[in-house]
């Protein structure tokens, strides 16, 4: 098993930046990919970046391409989420994930999952 725990989240305003963190811990020799999804009220969780556990370039979704960076620090066992120029539809609760074997976009292809944390982006 892997535990994951997300910290960073908060309220911004539009222009703004945070940094999103995920700890990861237990069997994490298994892990391939780290992920970062959000979801927003009424909406379906959907990807935003994802990097490979041992190298690899990191690959995001078009909606946060040029504004937020992916990253990882193998020591800590630790990925970030930088988002910089936060916009009102940014707002969602963000999750860090996990997957064994692959590449992958999907929510249903990760295995493992944190609690979550709200990140706010007045206007």
């Known amino acids: 098993q892997v535990q994951l725990v997300e910290s960073g989240g908060g309220l911004v305003q539009a222009g703004g930046s945070l940094r999103l963190s995920c700890a990861a811990s237990?069997?994490?020799?298994?892990?391939?990919?780290m992920g970062w999804f959000r979801q927003a009220p009424g909406k379906e969780r959907e990807f935003v970046a994802g990097?490979?556990?041992?190298?690899?370039?990191?690959y995001y979704s078009d909606s946060v391409k040029g504004r937020f960076a992916i990253s990882k620090d193998i020591a800590k066992n630790t990925v970030y989420l930088q988002m910089n120029t936060l916009k009102p539809e940014d707002t969602a609760v963000y999750y860090c994930?996990?997957?064994?074997?692959?590449?992958?976009?999907?929510?249903?292809?990760?295995?493992?999952w944190g609690q979550g944390t709200q990140v706010t982006v007045s206007s």
């Open positions: 994930a996990a997957i064994r074997g692959y590449d992958s976009r999907r929510v249903s292809d990760y295995d493992y």
């Open positions: 237990g069997r994490t020799f298994s892990i391939y990919v």
């Open positions: 990097i490979t556990w041992s190298g690899g370039t990191p």
